[in-house]
Nanobody, 121 residues
Framework: VQLVESGGGLVQSGGSLRLSCAAS????????MYWVRQAPGKGLEWVSA????????YYGDAAKGRFTISNDNAKNTVYLQMNSLEPEDTAVYYC???????????????WGQGTQVTVSS
């Protein structure tokens, strides 16, 4: 099983980034996909989720109105488009897959290695 994130980097405040997460080794269509982040010195923060069965999407408070999660089942890939980035968005962003719908990241089955997003002021 592999989840490989990409697309992180350094961006100025107000800028945009699109993160990608390529999945392999499991039945992608059967799993909810999540984005979770960890800022320096802080715990994990749930960012977004997508139910690929019906396309429904969910966002944490920090992501609402600025971030968009989407997926491409043909490519087994999930994306996180991040707009209007702020220094507070600086974190390592992780992609995760879970068989159940939950905000509790300890129940996620598979995790990527993370990609660093740094937003300068």
């Amino acid at each position: 099983v592999q989840l490989v994130e990409s697309g992180g980097g350094l961006v100025q405040s107000g800028g945009s980034l699109r993160l990608s997460c390529a999945a392999s080794g499991f039945t992608f269509s059967s799993y909810w996909m999540y984005w979770v982040r960890q800022a320096p010195g802080k715990g994990l923060e749930w960012v977004s989720a997508i139910n690929k069965d019906d396309g429904s999407t969910y966002y944490g408070d920090a992501a609402k109105g600025r971030f968009t999660i989407s997926n491409d089942n043909a490519k087994n890939t999930v994306y996180l488009q991040m707009n209007s980035l702020e220094p507070e968005d600086t974190a390592v962003y992780y992609c995760a897959a879970g068989a159940r719908a939950t905000l509790m990241s300890q129940w996620y089955d598979y995790w990527g290695q993370g990609t660093q997003v740094t937003v300068s002021s």
